[in-house]
């Protein structure tokens, strides 16, 4: 996978992101699981999904996290340290896993370094459940079938964009940036063309295909007015990505952005941006 994404953004983000998620959906997939589950995160990065769903699952459980960045996973560990520590658990580190030692049973956590576009290769058997989160809109239609086809496990996806954007107070310039931006979306990462907003409608048919059932359920960001530090970030995301496609209009961009800009400053720009998650599950 190309595309490398920086560890202050996945922290900037977090927050966010556990706000987000269906807890409907996680619930749905924690009572599908075995007494002492194992899990495969696919693209884990600093291990986000499973800060926030561990402590539901709540038992003796093992994770994989897999990823292609050897910082982020080296920076999932610490954080993950960190937050256990923080949350009064105790950590140790036997052999090349680590332990989290919570009331409920043990937390194993170990980690897998690999190229998500060598899908062969992908580690996806001996566990019994593949979770991910931000990741299926970043993959292209192919990689999906044929993830959906040798999947016998539980699928968890989290925090799919869906193409829906609205940022508060509207601007003229709103529709030229939201249909660059999606152009951006569908660049290649390194798995074929990538989905973009039409990642939650092509999983869900690729599993209800293979007769899994399929539930999905909205888990959009909303990002207020009082949350500067994320509302400039999403911006400068925005403009980079228009810029990758609508360079010809640079000067109209610009005005939006610094429209944008002071909007943030003066505490007057929120955005609600879409998102769905998706659990499917064999019949």
């Known amino acids: 996978m190309s595309d490398i994404f920086d560890a202050g953004w996945l922290a900037l983000r977090e927050p966010h992101d556990a706000r987000a998620r269906s807890d409907a959906l996680a619930s749905a997939l924690i009572t599908t699981l075995p007494a002492r589950p194992k899990l495969l995160d696919l693209g884990a990065g600093s291990g986000s999904l499973f800060r926030w769903l561990a402590p539901r699952i709540y038992r003796a459980q093992s994770w ?17 340290a960190m937050w256990a520590e923080a949350l009064g658990l105790r950590v140790t580190a036997p052999r090349r896993a680590m332990l989290v030692h919570a009331p409920g049973g043990a937390w194993r956590i170990e980690a897998v370094i690999g190229d998500l576009a060598d899908i062969e290769r992908l580690p996806l058997f001996g566990h019994h459940a593949v979770v991910n989160s931000a990741l299926c809109d970043l993959v292209s239609k192919p990689w999906i079938e044929h ?16 193409g829906r954007a609205q940022y508060l107070p509207p601007h003229p310039a709103d529709r030229l940036m939201r249909q660059a931006f999606r152009r951006d979306q569908g660049r290649d990462k390194g798995l074929g063309p990538a989905l973009g ?3 939650p409608a092509v999983v869900q048919a690729a599993f209800a295909r293979r007769r899994f059932r399929v539930m999905t359920a909205p888990s959009d960001w909303r990002i207020g007015r009082n949350d ?13 990505a228009a810029l990758r496609t609508e360079r010809a209009r640079f000067p109209r961009l610009l005005d939006w ?15 609600r941006l879409g998102h769905r998650d998706l659990l499917a599950v064999p019949r």
């Open 64 to 80: 994989t996290l897999f990823d292609a960045d050897p910082a982020l996973i080296e920076a999932a560990f610490e954080v993950i």
């Open 147 to 162: 993830l959906a086809g040798r999947l016998a496990v539980p699928f968890y996806a989290a925090l799919m964009v869906d």
């Open 197 to 199: 907003p039409r990642a």
């Open 228 to 240: 500067p530090a994320m509302l400039e970030a999403m911006l400068r995301g925005d403009m980079d």
């Open 257 to 271: 952005q610094a429209a944008r800009v002071r909007q943030t400053i003066r505490r007057r720009l929120s955005l």
